[in-house]
């Protein structure tokens, strides 16, 4: 059927199409519209026995489908950019393995500078790998070569990747021609694995090779791709037979007839070097292309055929090998050894800038005129190089380059009128506010440190968090108060997520002290090695913090975590706990709590919103390591968070702060409520107030007076659908019981 | 091909609002394509959302820097950012405010418009009263259709109703209705307006 639909919703639909049986995912975007829709799909039973795994990480993901795969399931995963290269030791091996698992790439860049938009560096990344890697041009092919990709996995035994343009392809839409699951069915026959994990059958999977067959292996692994050459081309005809529509194949040609130019591309941008093409040829210039929709296995004798006769080649491509140009380009320029055919390299689109069509144009005028440098990046700002080139000359003062390009364009205004940038938003940094408050009742002892004139406002205002937001507010009592603990000698690390992202980006930073942002699982790990770079130069003053969401500390960074408390290094770590990945559009988190809608827990089902029995508490796990400080905290009572940060920062070793804060868009609580929610967490001993040391309770902050569950979660349209009609009383009576353990736990009615 | 960019802030449904365009251009039989400018953008930030919509299946994937429309869903933005970027000179601009073009100071920026493809109108109000929320994207649409003509009202109820099935989806298409009878009255006013200006 011909819909209008987005792209991620079409391959979530193909892929429920191909019947999987088990779906591992980790939310980055921009895939996430991918799996949210196939977790609603599985959770609705659209799918059969599908089971669908919110998963802990990238690695987590893949490596419970290599488990999967390996007990005889059709598995299906998509991931990106950080994602890709954090599950990079799986990815060869369930190459390495032989498993025909399908996973998509949304494709976008890799950092630093952090950047979700789109580009190929990814999957370049591990083209390597021993995946086949295809390559979408618009959504229909998209859907096309996921149902392919199952079938060719399987006939091959061999992992493949589905690279589609993040944001590009996945949040477009436009129409989609999705097939009948009869059709699809007949075209993808069960899953039938050549080797399993059988009781029957038992066999040994994944054990040591050495020097003497390693090469043999990997030949074969050679050899099973040259296969996937001859399959590709043959599955056009069987998926044109079973679906009735012409798609996929190893590369496709657009008026190369009598072209003399041929341009070479991946992926989306070939709609509009396609578009480029028809005026250039209505001018006289005889140009056509060659999308390659197989990267790897590389078509090298096919395209050799197919170039011969052009007189000049140029790749555009979506990804730089940095010292070296382009990566598609030096493969091209192997496949026409010894044709005395120039290739041009050109890098273009970059982390998201727009390849526009004049550009395109332009570039090939330019080729032909030989007026392109090699390598040549498309729309390059030369004015921002320069100057920074200039300035590089006067100072050796290393650090990261971006902020001051940053600095330059902005300056220039460099956005709006460089060929291939969008309009962007502009905004202005608030001034600094100091909040005159007189005739105060507290002694200046204690008196909270937000309410003092000289407190640092470590987190400036003008960031850009959403109204009401729980953790600007959190990290903004615990940074101040982390500060004045420290005398300002205060060096913070941030994992990736909503915080990162909105006191940033490059040139704007709301951060008044040195911060550090590396990557989304690995905080705790740069926070030790900060802390033993100022113990190796006798700094002692100097503290160290680590600030994560849940996401980074319950889930992706667990493991670093674990080891920053086991070593007992002297780092504070804060977690601002908002119960869900938030950064990335509201998908379950460990620390989600039971019934909790988020779009990876949808309502729909037999047990709508998040299971209950499932998530972690990390301040246990914390005091499992017997750390000298583990507290809770709550945006709602300053005082007793900004005490337990001071206590935390006058104490050595390893410490850890969970604090509980409310997400307005991810909760759907109004923004105004944000202090009353988390105060009803409290309040109902849901989220209790609590400190201990070296792994046992000391302290508990006692409630002023119970309240039941109900008024903390009417509050929040996660839980509306425990309200009825009719009201799921057995839900909220078994979220009392979490509560009312919670207070006999922790004695907290006094 | 026409092609239209929308300007708002994060959770506004600028996004929804470009999808839905699309959709329904994809019920009147045409090709269409929405995608947003997706950024890593918070509810209150900047962002914009893009639609074409073609006879013939559309290739390029490039952003819209020429458009032919211009919906401007939050007109906060008119001073802060170049929203009038590239607009075609015989392009349409809706704007959603309750104020004149002149009290919101940006006629300088209309002046090779024709006056009847331009109109400022309440369409947060007319959200407000028919979802009792002030996402205006229903009522744009339906100022959409009537101000260019190019897209059957009734296709624009068809995508919203299809993107919200039930009670949301009605009181949107309510709200659409009602703006497209504004504006058409609005745009008859301008056409007597340009009529009698020319008859002189």
Known sequence: MRVQIEGSQ???????????EVIAAYPISPQTHIVERLSRKVKQGDVGRCQFLNVESELGALSALIGASAAGARIYTATTSQGLLFMAEAVYNAAG???????????????????????????????????????????QEAVDLHIQAFRLAEDLSCPVMVCMDGYILTHAYEPVDLPDQTLVDDFLPPFNPVQMLDPDDPISIGAMVGPEAFTEVRYLSHRQHLRALELIPDLIGVFDRHLHRLSGGLYSLYLMGDADIAVI?????????????????????????????????FPMQQLRAELEGVTRVIVVEKDLAVGMGGIV???????LQGLQIPVHTVIAGLGGRSISKSSLKRMIQDARAERLSEPHFLDLNWTAINEELARGQDTRRAGPVAERLLRVIDARGARLSEGGTDVDSTYQVLPDRHLHRRNRLLDEATQAVQSRMDRMNSLNSGHRACQGCGEALGARYAVDAAM???????????????????????????WQIPWMHSLFGNAPAVASGVAAALRAKGRDEVKVIVQGGDGATVDIGLGCLSGMFERNDDVLYLCYDNEAYMNTGIQRSGSTPPFARTNTTQIVGDHPGNLLGTGKNLPHIAMAHGIPYVGTASVADLHDLEEKVTRAMGLQGARYIHIHVPCPLGWGSEPAHTIQVARLAVESGLFPLFEAEFGKVIRSTPM???????RYLELQTRFKHLFGPPPDTEAIASIQALADHNIATYGLLG | MLQIRFHGRGGQGVVTAAELLSMAAFSDGKHAQAFPSFGSERMGAPMMAFCRIDRKHIRTREAVTNPDVLIIQDPTLLHQIDLFAGLAPVGYVLINSTLTLEQLGIEDFL?????????AFPASDLSLKHLKRPIANAPLLGGFAAITGLIQLGSVETAIRQKFPGPVGEANTAAAREAYDYVTTHITEQQGVLHHARAN
């Open chain 2, 111 to 119: 002046k090779t418009l024709s006056v009847d493809h331009v109109c």
């Open chain 1, 97 to 139: 393995l032989g498993l025909p698992i399908v996973m998509t790439i949304a494709n976008r860049a890799i950092g630093a500078p952090i950047n979700i938009w789109n580009d190929h560096s990814d999957s370049m990344a591990l083209r390597d790998a021993g995946w086949i890697q295809l390559f979408a041009e618009d959504n």
């Open chain 1, 704 to 710: 002023r007076h119970k309240v039941p569950v109900e």
């Open chain 1, 10 to 20: 079409a391959v979530a639909d193909a892929v429920a199409l191909c019947r999987p």
């Open chain 1, 329 to 335: 380009s030096a493969d091209v320029q192997m496949a």
């Open chain 1, 265 to 297: 591309a991946l992926g989306s941008v070939n709609g509009t070097i396609k578009d480029a093409i028809d005026e250039l040829r209505n001018e006289g210039i005889a140009v056509g292309c060659v999308k390659i929709g197989c990267y790897r296995p």
């Open chain 1, 484 to 510: 004045r603990a420290s005398h300002n000698q205060l060096i913070a690390i941030n994992a990736t997520g909503c915080l990162e992202v909105f006191s940033s980006p490059y040139p704007e930073s709301s």
